[in-house]
């Protein structure tokens, strides 16, 4: 059964798994999370929601997975500005594969490197995997 919580936008904390986690930024070797938890960050220098990353200046290399509800495309929107900004360097999203939506094709589609994951990610809470999303993902990447 599905995990009735994946589907509502009321928990913004979903950790990224830490393999992927650990994957991406041996290749991309950030230096910010920029939507983080004190529970949930992954690198030593992080946005929380009290810090609002959209108010911010981001330096270095980027690592986002943004809270997916409403205001993703806030999300988005700014780190395709950050990028715009400072061209040479990554900012690497994990998001939701929502092609269907105007920010993918105002902000990624042909934008940006698209890599698709196969099946469904298991998000994690607490450290533990959940059920699996109910919902593509995929990895974006500007700055290549």
């Given amino acids: 059964m599905v ?43 992080y946005f929380t929601e009290m810090d609002d990353a959209l108010t911010q200046k981001w330096d270095g290399n980027v690592f986002m997975n943004p809270p997916y509800g409403r205001s993703i495309n806030k ?5 395709y500005k950050e990028h715009l900004r400072d061209p040479n360097r990554f900012i690497v999203m994990l998001i939701p ?10 902000f990624i589609q042909n934008k940006s490197i698209v890599k698709f994951l196969k099946g469904r990610l298991k998000f994690e809470l607490n450290g533990k995997a959940m059920d699996a999303a109910p919902f ?9």
């Fill in 3 to 45: 995990n009735k919580v994946l589907f509502s936008s009321k928990n913004m904390s979903w950790e990224t798994p830490d393999d992927l986690f650990i994957e991406l930024n041996k290749k991309f070797k950030f230096d910010l999370d920029a939507c983080a938890s004190v529970e949930n960050h992954k690198l030593e220098k």
């Fill in 136 to 144: 593509p993902s995929a990895i974006v990447v500007y700055g290549f």
């Fill in 75 to 79: 999300f988005i929107e700014k780190a």
């Fill in 97 to 106: 594969s929502r092609t269907d939506t105007t920010y993918w094709h105002e």
